[in-house]
Nanobody
Framework: VQLQACGGGLVQAGGSLRLSCQAS????????IGWFRQAPGKEREGVSY????????DYADSVKGRFTISSDNAKNTVYLQMSSLKPEDTAVYYC????????????????WGQGTQVTVSS
């Protein structure tokens, strides 16, 4: 199982970025993909998730209305479109996979990508 996250970068507050998570090595449609982030000195937290079998999604309150998660099951890829970015969104963003339904519990995910840095300047 491999997860490859990319798309991070440096952006000004109010800007946008799109993260991608390319998955391989498992039956994509049977899994859920979560996006998590970890800022320096803080615990890893759930940002958004999608259950790939039915497209069910959820978002952390801090990103609702600004971030959108989507998937292209034909490409085994999940995207996180981030808009109206704020300095507090600065973190390393990780995608992770777990079998069946998506949850926000970090420890419920078995497979993790390497992370991509998002930095939002004020």
């Amino acid at each position: 199982v491999q997860l490859q996250a990319c798309g991070g970068g440096l952006v000004q507050a109010g800007g946008s970025l799109r993260l991608s998570c390319q998955a391989s090595g498992f039956a994509f449609d049977d899994y859920a993909i979560g996006w998590f982030r970890q800022a320096p000195g803080k615990e890893r937290e759930g940002v958004s998730y999608i259950s790939l079998s039915d497209g069910d999604t959820d978002y952390a309150d801090s990103v609702k209305g600004r971030f959108t998660i989507s998937s292209d099951n034909a490409k085994n890829t999940v995207y996180l479109q981030m808009s109206s970015l704020k300095p507090e969104d600065t973190a390393v963003y990780y995608c992770a996979a777990r079998y069946a339904r998506a949850v926000f519990t970090t420890t419920a995910y078995n497979y993790w990508g390497q992370g991509t840095q998002v930095t939002v300047s004020s």
